[in-house]
């Protein structure tokens, strides 16, 4: 059973543009919501990450928007490069971290 | 600095044999936790070692089995290797005290099973 199910599976979007990408989880127990970036070849690294008592976090232009009641969040990239063309991951920490199946964004130049 | 280091970065066995994949934690991390990542989908938790010792454990069965040394460099170690072990593996630590958040990931050993 998939713990935390990401969605869509492939993303293709324009230079400057905003990309977003989304998450649901059920289990209220989880307490810590990161995201990874993926590039083919590399381990997955560290993007962003928040707690739930936090509807959103911001760093640069990667914004999680985070609805507990909805038990879902989503990661946006605004005005997005060429060179944001990766996999990305969400997580839920819960007993171990549970990952998403991935989303693979273009940015069209 | 150096990051999370593991080797070998390719490896390929047959069915039935045992392999062994070794991480080296980025400096100041004590703790490591082993994922395993098929292809076109995210890691999967495999177990965690701190102190020398298994920590918490994902849902693979006993034949993963791991170690960590006191400097903290660890390895997994897979009997009777099956097809469905073909996967990128990926070692990821963290510092003391903040062993749930696995900041920092290593490239990963690329395993595959003929």
């Known amino acids: 059973q998939q713990q935390v199910k990401q969605s869509p599976q492939s993303l293709i979007v324009q230079k400057g543009g905003i990309s977003i990408i989304n998450c649901a989880y059920e289990?209220?127990?989880?307490?810590?919501f990161p995201w990874y970036q993926q590039f083919p070849g590399k381990g997955p690294a560290l993007l962003i990450a928040i707690r739930p008592d936090v509807s959103e976090k911001k760093e640069g232009r990667f914004t999680i928007s985070f609805n507990k009641s909805a038990k879902q969040f989503s990661l946006h990239i605004m005005d997005s490069q060429p060179g944001d063309s990766a996999t990305y991951f969400c997580?839920?920490?819960?007993?171990?971290?549970?990952f998403g199946t991935g989303t693979s964004l273009t940015v069209i130049p | 600095d150096a990051g999370v280091t593991q080797s070998p970065t390719h490896l390929i066995k047959t069915r039935g044999q045992q392999v062994t994949l070794r991480c080296s934690p980025k400096?100041?991390?004590?703790?490591v936790s082993w994922y395993q990542q098929a292809l076109g989908q995210g890691p999967q938790f495999i177990f965690q070692y701190y102190e020398e010792e298994e920590r918490q454990r994902g849902n693979f069965p006993d034949r993963f089995s791991g170690h960590q040394y006191p400097n903290y460099s660890s390895e997994l170690n897979v009997n009777a290797l099956l097809l469905g072990d073909s996967a990128l593996y990926l070692c990821a630590s963290s510092p003391r005290g903040q062993g749930w958040q696995p900041q920092h990931f290593g490239d990963g050993t690329r395993l595959s099973i003929l």
């Open positions: 997580a839920a920490r819960g007993n171990q971290f549970y």
């Open positions: 289990n209220t127990a989880f307490d810590y």
């Open positions: 400096s100041g991390h004590d703790t």
